[in-house]
């Protein structure tokens, strides 16, 4: 309902300054919540009605707001209007403000927010985003960890704004590691390791073959001519490298099974080692291709010739690499899916490869190379389980599972549950997902375990808990005080401060949808979640009277459902988790505003 008061305000706008609204509706923003003041409910930038602003003083500024101000007068929808520094400020009629925000939750639900004008004209894009991307014959490393739950966040939010999303997990199933792995199972494979703990016995083969390559050129040379027989097509070393992989993706399954990811299409280098010769032909016959002293083939990316900056795109023994394989990948994709955009999510380490391949699509001649964009992403540090450091994602998950069941079973009140396993699972997920979200993700961060498990402060247990206990409250009260909401009980600083909060969710949407930045959606959950924690504290539904308690039961559906919409972007499944694992002390915290709170 955001829209509409900001197209109330852009109306009015217009007819003075001689604009039309829908060119003044993005500058209307909802204006944060406070604790220090009560605020006004939308603001607008004087700054950006003004033309040439390098030339505007602030004086100016001011003085332009005050006379727009004074221009300006209320009505049915307004019922203040006054000049901040540089802003005009606007609140709205309180009880319209009520009914409206309500009302608009309950109507749109999991839609709340995607509806607004912020959106509109939103043209439906074909959208591909490549996320995950594990190494087949190694256990799945905590390191694609980011790039998973980061694409899921991206692909959430592209489908959320109606836009055709496919998900494709680019498995790394080819390559020189193959040669290494392949050797190295010959020399130091055991057949009845790999049939008991397949993945755990190809990772120890790598890490000890890789050793022995160091020190020993022959080994070194023998994987070469392993991953070259792959390369031709040799059917016993294909056969090898068949058994690694589906091994491999049956254990991934799992992983992504637990995590609650899911992917359109499974797809790996290994498809395009064929194809990638294709490339080879293609740039050869634009007469891109040159030869290195060493006997490598290489793109010019340079612009001058003079092989200052190039692209290897294959070994001197005639194998494709990476790059290659990317660009077929590519290619195949756009005859595919004739994609509007198409997504990478990576870490930040790849950039230079990924600027190169997009470089050498458009020296290919491929306009739509502009639509490929790379999400980079910086690394997590210090993630330790209690048996030491941590290389395998499962061992995170089950680290998460192990400190939540250990949580609850503390709790003396806990009753039995059916699946805790699942509950703490969910619970320490989100709190994984949460404290890897809060900061940009181009940045490295600190992993720590003590932060991750908080129930109190800005962590994923609190949104879990907060939602479970309005949960609870719904369960309690059952629905029948939600068919008709007085909006006159609704008018203390609790309730407006969360009506207020309400209203910002598209904003928050969008600006996440500009930059693909879960962080803008985390700060406004944890708050809305603080925000939740004083009003319960204070906006007793128990034995209020019934119209009281039926608008405060209706407010707290907004936030539960508000919550929920906002955690499965991000990728957290809303639990409901019953309020006898919540102890006394625990239920205590949540009710207090912690001191990073609103």
Not at 121 to 126: A, D, E
Not at 147 to 158: D, E, P, R, V
């Amino acid at each position: 309902m955001a829209c509409a008061f900001r197209r109330s305000i852009a109306c009015q706008l217009s007819r003075i300054l001689a604009l039309p609204p829908e060119s003044l509706i993005k500058s209307i923003s909802a204006v944060p919540v406070s604790k220090k003041e009560e605020v006004a409910d939308f603001q607008l930038s004087v700054d950006s009605l003004l033309e040439d602003n390098n030339h505007q003083s602030k004086l100016d500024t001011q003085d332009h707001a005050r006379r727009l101000t004074e221009k300006l007068k209320c009505d049915t929808v307004v019922t203040a209007i006054s000049a901040g520094p540089g802003t005009l400020n606007f609140k709205i009629n309180r009880e319209l403000l009520t009914k409206a925000v309500l009302q608009q939750v309950l109507e749109d639900g999991s839609k709340y927010g995607l509806k607004s004008e912020l959106f509109s004209g939103l043209p439906q894009k074909r959208i591909v985003v490549e996320f995950s991307s594990p190494n087949v014959a190694k256990k799945f490393h905590v390191g694609h960890l980011r790039s998973t739950i980061i694409g899921n966040f991206i692909a959430n939010l592209k489908e959320a704004l109606g836009h055709q999303v496919t998900r494709i997990n680019y498995i790394g199933d080819w390559g020189m590691q193959f040669g290494l792995l392949g050797t190295g199972f010959q020399l130091f494979g055991y057949e009845e390791k790999l049939h008991s703990n397949p993945l755990q016995h190809l990772f120890d083969v790598y890490v000890q073959v890789n050793k022995e390559a160091t020190d020993d050129k022959n080994i070194a040379k023998l994987a070469h001519e392993f991953f070259h027989r792959l390369e031709l097509g040799d059917m016993q070393a294909l056969s090898l490298w068949q058994r690694f992989r589906d091994l491999s993706i049956e254990e991934y399954i799992q992983i992504y099974k637990r995590l609650g990811i899911y992917f359109d299409e499974y797809s790996g280098e290994s498809f395009y080692r064929e194809k990638s010769r294709d490339i080879l032909k293609l740039l050869d016959s634009k007469g891109l291709l040159q030869k290195t002293i060493t006997g490598n083939v290489v793109v010019d990316l340079s612009g001058t010739g003079d092989l200052s900056s190039v692209c290897t795109v294959m070994r001197s023994d005639g194998t494709s690499l990476y790059a290659t394989r990317d660009l077929a990948a590519a290619i195949d994709r756009m005859d595919k899916y004739n994609f509007d955009t198409m997504i990478y999510v990576a870490d930040k380490g790849q950039k230079r490869h990924f600027q190169q391949v997009f470089q050498i699509l458009k020296i290919m001649g491929y306009e739509w190379a502009e639509r490929c964009q790379h999400v980079p992403f910086g690394i997590v540090k210090g993630m330790k389980t209690r048996r030491g450091d941590v290389t395998f994602l499962e061992d995170v998950l089950n680290e998460v599972q192990s400190r939540m069941l250990q949580n609850m079973a503390s709790i003396k009140t806990t009753k039995k549950m059916e699946n805790p396993q699942e509950t703490a699972e969910r619970v320490g997920l989100a709190a994984l997902i949460i404290q890897d979200f809060r900061g940009l993700l181009l940045s490295d961060y600190q992993f720590s375990w003590d932060r991750v498990f908080q129930s109190r402060g800005d962590t994923g247990v609190f949104l879990q808990y907060t939602h479970a206990r309005l949960c609870s409250l719904e369960e309690t009260f059952g629905c029948g005080y939600l068919n008709d909401v007085n909006v006159a009980c609704l008018q203390e600083p609790q309730s407006v401060s969360i009506l207020q909060h309400l209203l910002r969710f598209d904003e928050v949407l969008y600006k996440s949808s500009q930059d693909l930045q879960p962080k803008h959606i985390v700060s406004y959950l944890l708050t809305l979640s603080h925000l939740a924690a004083m009003a319960h504290k204070t906006l007793q539904v128990k034995d209020s009277p019934a119209d009281v308690a039926g608008a405060r039961l209706h407010l707290f559906k907004a936030v539960r459902s508000v919550l929920a919409n906002g955690m499965k972007l991000l990728g957290i499944i809303p639990f409901y988790v019953p309020e006898s694992l919540l102890c006394t002390e625990q239920i205590r915290k949540w009710q207090h505003t912690p001191r990073n709170g609103p």
